[in-house]
């Protein structure tokens, strides 16, 4: 079988990194063909084509488009695009909205993914809990979208144009993603380092007690992402071998006629679910778990499209200073270092939303996913465990 083209845009970012790195470790019998895009940071390409000596990079201007016919012809049409790449800062977004734009709302790379003929790869696209207001408490997908700033409006802008153009998409509003360094190290300060760093000075610190976040261990986001990357490669596979009459190792042979799936409609196969679930049992057993046949099988249903819009964040609600604290008491710094203010007594060039703590039961639905705590987070972070 073929093996699967996955290509990481802003494979040189945080995000990026963790998720090229977690790719190329998988020791399934199905590893993937990874490519990644880089834009200005070449100096981290070294590290990690070390790291991952079998991938391709490319270097890729969002804004203009240059770069993907070069992926076209030496790496192929993707099966998967996972879009880490942003100008991710707020306050530098605010400063140039134009560039903001142009690089968050990425046109040039759907345009070119509609260039294929097949309009099927799958586009995991990284959003942000700042598409919403923040007056209120734990956001569900179906809330309304109300961004306060630059950032979360060219990621609302993103997310329409995703929605609109490409059939086949997962779009991820992610919250404050923290997690350990990457391989080749980011130059943009990470949250609980730089909380960390800044306790361990032993001198007191301001953290805002009115801005509350679902911070995301950056691992659950990959985990979250390898996982909707596996969905779609089974569920692809399984639609190619009913479509092109193939058998395949996912039906059990004892119950399903072989020969009512290769000349049968796909409707017709899910009637044969319905009519006979008890004989589909088997088919859960060959693959080892049920509710994934049930999702492979709305995918198929769904002409192979995912059309997904989760929140992920952790599982808890935290402010700035309980951010804090926490990193506090794991550390054993003293927590009267911890001195709390209102976000509204410091100007820091940008608006942040007060509260976009989210809802995330939709996410551990979909995906059967727990993310890790902000406590055990932290830990792992800082090395603790
Ligand atoms: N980190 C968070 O806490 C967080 C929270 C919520 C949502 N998100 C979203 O998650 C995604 C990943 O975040 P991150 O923290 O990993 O971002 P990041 O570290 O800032 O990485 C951004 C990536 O985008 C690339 N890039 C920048 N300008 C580009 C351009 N003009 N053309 C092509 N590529 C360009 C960068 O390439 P070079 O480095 O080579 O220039 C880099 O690889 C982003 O969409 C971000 O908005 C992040």
């Given amino acids: 079988m073929e093996t699967k083209r996955v290509l990481v845009v802003g494979g040189t970012g945080y995000l990026g990194q963790h998720v090229l790195l977690s790719l190329s470790r998988i020791k399934d019998s199905a590893p ?17 084509l070390d790291a991952i000596p079998h991938s391709h990079a490319f270097h890729v201007d969002l804004t203009t488009g240059d770069g993907f016919q070069s992926i076209a012809s030496k790496f192929g049409q993707p099966h998967v695009v996972v879009n880490c790449a942003a100008l991710s800062v707020p306050r530098v977004c605010e400063k140039d909205p134009d ?59 993103a997310e329409q144009f995703i929605s609109k153009t490409w059939p ?31 306790l361990s000075k032993k001198e007191q610190v301001e953290f805002f007690h009115d801005e509350f976040r679902c911070p995301v261990y950056v691992k659950d986001v990959v985990t979250i992402i390898l996982s909707l990357i596996n969905k779609w490669i089974i569920g692809m596979q399984l639609h190619a071998s009913i479509f092109t009459h193939k058998k395949t190792t996912c039906f059990s042979p ?69 951010m804090a604290e926490t990193v506090a008491h794991v550390r054993g710094y003293n ?51």
């Fill in 335 to 385: 927590t009267s270092l911890i001195k709390q203010v209102s976000a509204s007594s410091v100007y820091r060039g940008v608006s942040s939303p007060a509260d976009i703590s989210m809802d995330i039961s939709k996410l551990i639905q979909t995906l059967n996913i727990s993310p890790t705590s902000f406590r055990d987070g932290v830990m792992l972070t800082l090395d603790l465990t």
């Fill in 168 to 198: 086949n998409y997962a779009i991820l509003r992610s919250s404050i993603i923290f997690g350990p360094q990457t391989i080749s190290p980011v130059q943009k300060s990470l949250p609980i380092q730089w909380i960390d760093g800044v």
């Fill in 254 to 322: 004892t119950l399903i006629n072989y020969t009512m799936l290769f000349t049968l409609d796909i409707s017709l196969l899910a009637l044969y679910f319905l009519i006979f679930p008890a004989a589909c049992l088997p088919l859960c057993f060959d693959i080892g778990s049920g509710p994934i046949i049930i999702i492979l099988v709305v995918l198929v249903l769904e002409g192979k499209q995912m059309k997904l819009l989760l929140n992920v964040g952790g599982p808890d609600r935290v402010s700035r200073v309980q």
């Fill in 99 to 157: 560039a903001a734009m142009s690089i968050n709302v990425p046109c040039s790379l759907v345009n070119w993914l509609s260039s294929f003929e097949e309009r099927d790869t799958l586009l995991i696209h990284l959003s942000t809990d700042q598409v919403y207001e923040g007056v209120k408490s734990f956001y569900k997908e179906e809330d309304e979208t109300v961004p306060v700033n630059v950032y979360g409006k060219s990621k609302v802008a």
């Fill in 32 to 48: 993937y063909d990874l490519a990644f895009t880089y834009h200005s940071n070449s100096n981290l390409l070294e590290p990690l």
